[in-house]
């Protein structure tokens, strides 16, 4: 019997095959073709860029700039794997400023896809049209177009069917566009840009918009009352942009945008940074909004590492890493370090400001109204403070320092499920957890004071033996100098016994068992170090103040009054230290929306 020849022949594979493989690295979805070709038109200095989208991209992808276009040498050029004006050598990687450098993407997506290309400079009257099917030229030809380029980019994958069987459901395909589309429009505000699918405008942005504009113009201009602006600038490196406040959180990263020299990129330094910046005030698995650009020296970021160009290496971590964390604390955190810089300080408006009042009720029994002292000095024709004289203490007024705080007056109406407090403010109504507003403000004065050296301990009437598990014992043993820093009179009893005779003074009447178990749990959970310095005696404060506020279930109408007025001057009013929120707004205009009345 005679065996089939197996014999293997080493080929070298045609350019045309050739694409078809490399296509698979660099697009293998419609918002991989896009992000490709709006990197080519902001290449080309495009200040106005259209996009249209047919089927979830796969029928249809079309992208029109008003960029310097090419002639037809360079366009024939262009779709050339390869072919890139951007580099002329390896060294140039380093310094590259442009988007895109790699030539690769017109002749990858030319090879899998229907493909148009239609183009023309400024010099030249007559422009170029391009027709590849599937990597083959079928066309060129002479044609009357405007001056810049525009792709047209249908069927794609039509003779790739693995890869096509890959693709999502339309709408899936189409929310990736979106979010890559928005990823451009950020990073590039000054360029005019729409989105349209199946012919329906979904952005028109204008040109020449400030990064804060857009994220109005994107996002709602409710929105951009919501972030902070950030600016850190350490020469070598510098981040900008704009921080969302913790209470602007998600389930996902894509509220999270992060550009480095321009280029949307992600790094998991990064992503580490945005954690331990956040860390004490959004919850495990939710994410704030970021909208950050660091700008450093070409030759400190090795783009280079991945064909997509979306994940980058730092030459210095640790100064990436530095300068996230202090530009984002600083404005999240202001009692950290002083912040230079707020966005939009909301001006508190100095008389409440009267909610339309469509309706009174007559015989309503007035409800007493106190201001929030620090903001608003109290006027004459204002309504009386508060019940509590408290209410309208404190020292001089400083009008510089607020515009973190949540309202410019407010009222406490009631409490309903036994717990949650409602407020009237001068924006709408307000749903305050005391529990968590307890939490927030007992941990910030708990660190104010570690900064300060100024914590007091207090003596316990009568010292409590805390009794532990071995491993337990072993982990406060091994922080037992910290905790007694902090202010926990704790000392070894031998065994995995000790003895607690004093703690800080403003925990109040809480169990110091539930209080030292707590701390012993949240270190045994944080493993053993993490990035910023005081991450140790954090977590301590965090725990220790859950377990003190535990334990009080009683509340005056006064102490809630109290708890509202301190924490409007919180640093950060709207999350506990755990991240959850401790204030539900619902704003008179969200109201009026709910209620059909919107004007
Ligand atoms: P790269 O962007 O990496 O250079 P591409 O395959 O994306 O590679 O593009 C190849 C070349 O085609 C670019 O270097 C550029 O000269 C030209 N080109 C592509 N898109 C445009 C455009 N929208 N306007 C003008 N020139 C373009
Ligand atoms: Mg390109």
């Known amino acids: 019997m005679v065996e089939p020849a197996f014999n293997p022949r080493i080929q070298v594979l045609s350019d045309h095959v050739a694409n078809k493989i490399a296509a698979g690295e660099v697009v293998d979805r419609p918002a991989s073709v896009l992000k490709e070709l709006i990197e080519n038109a902001i290449d080309a200095r495009a200040t106005q860029i259209d996009v249209k989208i047919g089927g979830g991209g796969k029928r249809l992808i079309s992208i029109a700039d008003n960029g310097h276009g090419m002639d037809r040498d360079n366009a024939l050029l262009a779709v050339e794997r390869h072919a890139t004006s951007k580099i002329s050598d390896v060294d140039d990687i380093e310094r590259v400023a442009t988007l895109g450098f790699r030539g690769e993407a017109l002749a990858a997506i030319a090879s899998v896809s229907r493909f148009t290309l239609t183009t023309r400079p400024q010099h030249l009257d007559a422009g170029t049209e391009l027709h590849i099917t599937g990597g083959k030229m079928s066309d060129v030809k002479e044609v009357g177009c405007p001056v810049g380029t525009s792709f ?90 704009y921080a969302g406040m913790p209470h602007v959180q998600r389930a996902d990263r894509s509220e999270q945008f992060i550009f480095i020299n321009g280029r949307p990129a992600s790094a998991p330094l990064i992503g580490y940074a945005l954690n331990e910046a956040y860390h004490t005030f959004v919850p495990k698995g939710r994410f704030p909004s970021v909208f950050l650009f660091l700008t450093m020296d070409p030759e400190w970021v090795d783009v280079n590492v991945h064909p997509t160009k979306k994940e980058v290496r730092f030459r210095h971590p640790d100064a990436v890493r530095d300068i996230v964390i202090a530009g984002l604390r600083r404005v999240l955190n202001p009692g950290e370090a002083p912040a230079e810089t707020h966005s939009q300080p909301e001006a508190p408006s100095a008389v409440p400001a009267a909610p339309t009042l469509r309706l009174r009720i007559e015989d309503l029994p007035a409800l007493p109204m106190f201001n929030y002292p620090r903001i608003t000095p109290r006027q004459e024709d204002e309504p009386p403070p508060a019940a509590s004289p408290r209410a309208s203490v404190e020292g001089p007024v400083d009008t510089e320092n607020v515009p973190k705080a949540p309202w410019s007056w407010c009222r406490v109406l009631g ?34 004071r570690l900064l300060e050296r100024s914590l007091r301990s207090q003596g316990l009437l009568t010292p409590e033996t805390i009794e532990m598990t071995p491993a337990d014992a072993a982990i406060v043993r091994k922080q037992l100098p910290l905790l007694q820093s902090m202010g926990f009179g704790l000392s070894d009893f031998g065994g995995d016994s ?23 749990q949240t270190l045994e959970q944080g493993g053993e170090r993490g990035g910023t310095e005081r991450w140790a005696e954090e977590r301590i404060a965090k725990a220790a103040c859950r377990a003190a506020v535990k334990a009080n279930d009683k509340l005056t109408l006064q102490e809630i009054e109290q708890l509202v007025i301190d924490l409007a001057a919180a640093d950060m009013p709207y999350t506990c230290p755990h991240g959850r929120p401790t204030l539900i707004f619902m704003g008179f205009k969200e109201l009026d929306r709910k209620f059909g009345r919107t004007l």
């Open 152 to 241: 047209q980019i249908r069927n794609l994958f039509f003779n790739v069917p693995a890869r096509r069987k890959f693709l999502r459901s339309d709408q899936t395909e189409l929310t990736h566009l979106r979010q890559m589309f928005l990823v451009y429009a950020l990073s590039h505000p000054e360029v005019g840009m729409t989105f349209h699918v199946e012919d329906r405008p979904v952005y028109t942005l204008a040109a020449g918009a400030s990064l804060l504009d857009r994220l109005g113009e994107l996002f709602g201009n409710d929105y951009t009352r919501n972030v902070r602006e950030v600016n850190e600038d350490r020469g070598q490196i510098r981040l900008t942009g």
């Open 415 to 448: 409490q309903v499920g036994g717990l949650y407090v409602v407020m009237e403010t001068s924006d709408g109504l307000v749903l305050m957890d005391p529990h968590a507003a307890h939490e927030r403000l007992m941990f910030e004065r708990f660190m104010k």
């Open 498 to 520: 000790f003895m607690l005779d004093a703690m800080p003074d403003f925990l109040g009447a809480a169990s110091g068992q539930s209080v030292v178990f707590a701390i012993a």
